[in-house]
């Protein structure tokens, strides 16, 4: 493209100037013969107008033939038109050729023609004595052939010299593009590699010059390319000892690579049995100091004994601290997602921890707002041991003051929230370089030789791990001297199934007096009171509380809530809890030393102390029994309590002391225990016998647990299921899993306690059947419970006399209706309708001194709400009709009603 633009612009340059020339000097040539033509014209026809005239002239005037052949004789000449002769005496015109046309200008030129844009007119005057004109008319057709044919011979001699013209440059064009093309090309054979052809195109001047140049480039070009071909096999040589090196590196990798993953699994398998062979004697001396400390030892021996217990108890916390650490390395910790209450759980880790806090007279508080959602799904033991570990390193590293939980909504999610917990302390604080490092591995805050508190350093490693499994985030906030706040994001489903919130309509819109020295802690009994709709009232110490007594504020609160200060021993403050005392008023005392302040209050039926933190189920039972009600959820049993029938157990351990120790807890119950020492002689036993409950330990000689296990499972015939229960020390993740699915039902972990041996029996063994709730509500009524007790109305209304006989007075015109709509509800089969009554005179008569009233209605309901066959319902209706029957007729006696 660039060397036909050359081409175009040589050639545009080479005829341009030719044929500028050629027009220059057509165009004059063209112009001076137009005019020339013109001139020529005009004088040859002025000379054949003055020929004619003068030869008309000399003809006679009558001579009309001579004029006509003389005019004749006129249109043969050349480019006249017409002629006319034109007499004035009265004569007719003689005239020649056509008509002649219409001239555009009135006055002739100055040489006597007259224009008429397609001819000339020129006019003679004849003999003036016979007055005659003569008037001739040329056409301009011959001027017109004169001027096409200059115009066409000057085309044609500009033809000429612009051809003449083209064929040096011609020449010269391809002399100057030809070589450069040929080069054109050598630089695309060279761009696509070629270079081993040779440029020769002959060219002079600086296009030889511009060839040499070329040659140079191809010949430089050549050299590199060479070079470059012996790099390129170098590093291709190279790379290949490199790649033969790097497989041989992968190869060593995959070996180094399979020895550690044996090493981890040696690791792992040493995790396990370490953990079995020092949880199994931690187990007998756990358990072991329990059962000795039950028995009758000298102070000295107590101390003694409650020393070896914290130790173990301390021991047995460093072996899961290392065992948690090694699962979370090993990726074998997995997270369970089951139903928690976020509030249950805050409440028992404080109440774990209330003993710590009370020796060190440290205040516990928590404050859980209200939007935060407390049914939630997540794993509730990670949470839990998340918590216990900053609560306990907050309660270790203060020396006064308090440690506060908050609870709080971060972000809202829909089905998910974001819920940040905060503890904060009132210790020291800690310095920015010891924040840095503080959440690494086998690190501790204070890592001198001086420091007081013990500890393996992986507590708070180990949390921020599960924070981070559970898919938050976990911090600190501290500066020196002023405390710390360790914080933590946890992510968890709302629980779609709601469970019904801890709510009472018994202490709804009651009056409650509050004290407590501790801000936090009075903001945390506040959160709780409201929850219940009670009506509060606050005081920031004891002696304002007795200043509000002596002016006899108090008189109209139905309870008093004392926080008591850590100055248990003080005398004024012992003088102060008995003054609030004799008010007679109902009050609950929560100290970090309840012992001390029982023995203040004894003999004191409207007072109750209770260990500092408060939770809402046992601030919910104090108040019930204050104003004369029973608790609203029935207590936990102990497991010290007897077990309510004869229960069968199996124990197999191959360890005599974890042996002995698991049986005598189980005989403590009340169980019937067959203690076997091995896998042969449990199934010796299980042929011969049945059993309610089996406990196998895992690892034992000769035949383990999981083969004796499956050795029962084939004895089983029919329905009959017996649960077997691991009872083992082994602390790997998937040890779970492969137990169950070997074929036992649950999973024990050593070392065991009574409470867990409690648990397991209740949860396989002690499920109560609907034939015993429907033989408990067919059961006779007592005959010690009277159809109005007086003593119990009165306490329930909180000593109160109006209140009991109005409640009374309430309860009475309600069973006017009660009564047949409860028998219409039956008699209809709608249980609905039914269950919302009996509800409803269950609670009415819980305000009221009518036991056997409400013992009808209570069990009543609780046949309605466990689904218990219609059949069962009919007598129980009977009865509750009856002592509605018997409560209405009992107070329309004489003696009731005056």
Known sequence: MANRSLHSRLMVMAVLPAMLAALLVGGYALVSHLLNVQDSNASRQLLIADSFAAQ?????????????????????????RAATLTFYDGRPHQHAGPRLLTANAAVPSEDGRLDTGESWQISRDLNPGNPATLTIEFSRQGQYVAILESVVILILIMLTVVLLAMVPALRFGRQLTQPINEMVSAVQR????????????????????????????????????????????QATQDLRETLETIEIQNIELDMARKEALKASQIKSEFLANMSHEIRTPLNGILGFTKLLGRSDMTPRQQDYLSTIHKSADSLLAIINDILDFSKIEAGKLSLEHTPLNLHDLIEDVQTMLAPMAQERGLEQAAIIYSDVPLNLLGDPQRIRQVLTNLISNAIKFTEEGSVVVRAMLEENRGAEAVIKMTVTDTGNGLSAEQQKSLFNAFTQADQSARRQEGGTGLGLAISKRLVEGMGGEIGIESSEGKGSTFWFTLRAERDPKQRPSMFTEELKHKTVTLVETDEYGRLGLYHMLSHWQMEIREYHSLKHLMDAADKGELA??????????????????RQQVEDLAALGRPMLVLSNNPETVSRWLEDLPHCQVQGKPATRQRLLNALLALGGEEDINIPATSASLQLPYPVSVMVVDDHPGNLKLARVFLEELGAEVTACDSGTSALEAFKKDDFDLVFMDIQMPGMDGKTTTAHMRSLETGSKHTPIVALTAHALENERRDLLDSGLDDYLSKP?????????????????????????????????????????????????????????????DSLVNDRPAIS???????????????????????????????????????ALKTGLPRASFGPMVATLCDEICALEHYCQAPEVTG
């Open 190 to 233: 060279i761009r696509d590699g070629d270079l081993a052809m040779d440029i020769r195109t002959r060219a002079r001047g600086e296009l030889g010059e511009l060839e040499s140049a070329l040659r140079q480039m191809v010949s430089a070009l050549d050299d590199a390319q060479t070079e470059l071909q012996q790099n390129v096999d």
């Open 56 to 80: 008309l002239q000399s003809i006679t005037p009558n001579d009309t033939a001579g004029q006509r052949a003389l005019l004749r004789e006129l249109l043969e000449q050349e480019d006249v």
């Open 752 to 812: 065991i306690s009574e409470k867990q041996l409690r648990h397991t029996l209740e949860k396989w063994v002690l499920k109560t059947t609907r034939d015993d709730l429907i033989q408990k509500s067919e059961e006779p009524e007592p005959r010690q419970l009277e159809v109005f007790d007086g003593a119990l109305a009165r306490r329930r209304a909180g000593g109160r006399e109006s209140l009991a006989n109005e409640m009374l007075t309430m309860l009475l």
């Open 556 to 573: 109209k609160s139905d309870f008093l809530v004392v926080g008591v200060p850590n100055q248990n021993n003080s005398p004024d403050l």
């Open 824 to 862: 219409a509800a039956f008699d209809s089969g709608d249980d609905e309708v039914l269950l919302e009554r009996v509800h409803k005179l269950h609670g009415a008569t819980r305000y009221c001194g009518t036991p056997r009233l409400e013992h009808a209605a209570k069990a009543l309901e609780e």
